[in-house]
């Protein structure tokens, strides 16, 4: 068997000893005569399953104990809208930051809701960097403030969260898990699965309690937080296979990678064996401003178009797939997620580097 070294933006590569059991346990799941996927999620095996991946996540993330992890379904954008319906229960405001296209697309989504306030973006210099905060621009009457932490897309990131009294809440989906937070500062953080936790189909969300008993009027049963809340994430079938792998995402963690400051290091390691090519090259360029480059999602061009797409075909005849940037920034962007091994950057920098001398 030979793998590739993916650098998909996501779905992303998985750590291979998480697959491996994943297959040992694919047609019996321990002596349950069953895959997990044929599983009841009522059943006392998977029971256990979800409970421990819960319990994990709050151990891994030391989360407090007065929040909510929730298990729901529909990705991250689902969260642009319920999000907004569940939490603009005060005065029906929000201020946003927009600093990239997700946190775009949840401004345009919660403008449907609510009266929001655009606070920053960062679309005149095409969210190389994170726009600069005016502190007099904040609604003083938010009933939260929305960012998205790293920005997948441009390959930027907050490396310092935005001051203000209105609760935060934050898309962490391509950083969660990927360096410890403290997440007393959020009121809520969501995130889709299919980046650093396991298979697409799960997002997860941690919500302070408080801020979730009061969603709009007529809400739907299944976008309200309280269902997911009051019914352990059991009102319905849950993705009972995503939960199953990100459980074991989070063991890898915690027994491989040294916990999420373990993680952190490996990955600022990865980050900068690309970064410190880029810095000392000219024949590429980073996208993203020194003082925001995201360790997760590395955007960089030649400056030629058509040399860009060389590259990236070249790159996926050496093992190195889905470097293609995302077609608002072109070029190139390695997304080199938690599972990214190492090795697989180094490599990386070695081809760049014969791309390099071969077409200067
Ligand atoms: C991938 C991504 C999304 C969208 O996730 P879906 O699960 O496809 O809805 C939203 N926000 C960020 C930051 C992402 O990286």
Redesign the pocket.
């Known amino acids: 068997m030979s793998r590739i070294y993916n650098f998909s933006?996501?779905p992303s590569t998985l750590p291979k000893p998480v697959l491996h059991r994943a297959a040992s346990e694919l047609v019996e799941y321990g002596s349950s005569g069953q895959s997990v996927m044929e599983m009841s999620h009522r059943s006392p095996e998977y029971d256990e399953i979800i409970t421990k991946c819960q319990s994990l996540l709050r151990c891994v993330m030391n989360i407090p104990d007065n929040y909510k992890v929730l298990f729901i379904q529909g990705?991250?954008?689902?969260q642009f809208s319920m999000v907004p319906q569940n939490l603009l229960s005060g005065s029906g405001k929000a201020d946003y930051i927009v600093s990239g296209m997700?946190s775009k697309k949840a401004y345009d989504e919660a403008c449907r809701f609510g009266k929001i306030n655009l606070v920053a973006t960062g679309k005149e210099y095409n969210f190389t960097r994170i726009p600069d905060i005016d502190p007099a621009k904040y609604d003083p009457e938010a009933d939260y403030l929305h960012i998205?932490e790293?920005?997948?897309v441009f390959g930027t990131r907050f490396t310092q969260l935005p001051r203000s009294s209105a609760p935060l809440v934050a898309?962490l989906?391509?950083c969660i898990l990927s360096e410890p937070i403290d997440v007393t500062k959020y009121g809520l953080i969501y995130a889709?699965a299919?980046?650093n936790m396991g298979p697409?189909g799960l997002?997860v969300v941690i919500a302070r309690e408080d801020l979730i008993g009061n969603p709009q009027p007529g809400l739907a049963t299944m976008l309200d937080y309280n269902t997911y809340a009051e019914n352990d994430s059991m009102y319905n079938t849950p993705p009972t296979y995503a939960i199953y792998i990100m459980g074991m995402v989070l063991r890898w963690i915690e027994e491989e990678m040294g916990g999420l400051a373990g993680m952190k290091a490996y990955n600022e390691k990865k980050a900068g064996v690309l970064y410190d090519y880029l810095d000392t090259t000219s024949f590429y360029r980073a996208v993203a401003e020194p003082a925001c480059r995201s360790i997760m999602n590395v955007t960089f061009v030649t400056g030629d178009a058509d040399r860009d797409k060389a590259f990236c075909l070249q790159a996926q005849k050496a093992g190195f797939y889905n470097l293609k940037g995302h077609r608002s920034v072109g070029g190139m962007r390695a997304s080199i997620y938690n599972a990214m091994p190492i090795a697989g950057v180094e490599k990386l920098v070695a081809f760049m580097k014969e791309f390099e001398a071969a077409n200067k």
């Not at 990705?75 to 689902?78: T, Y």
């Open positions: 933006a996501g990705g991250a954008s689902m997700f998205c790293n920005n997948t898309d989906s391509s889709g299919q980046k697409a997002c």
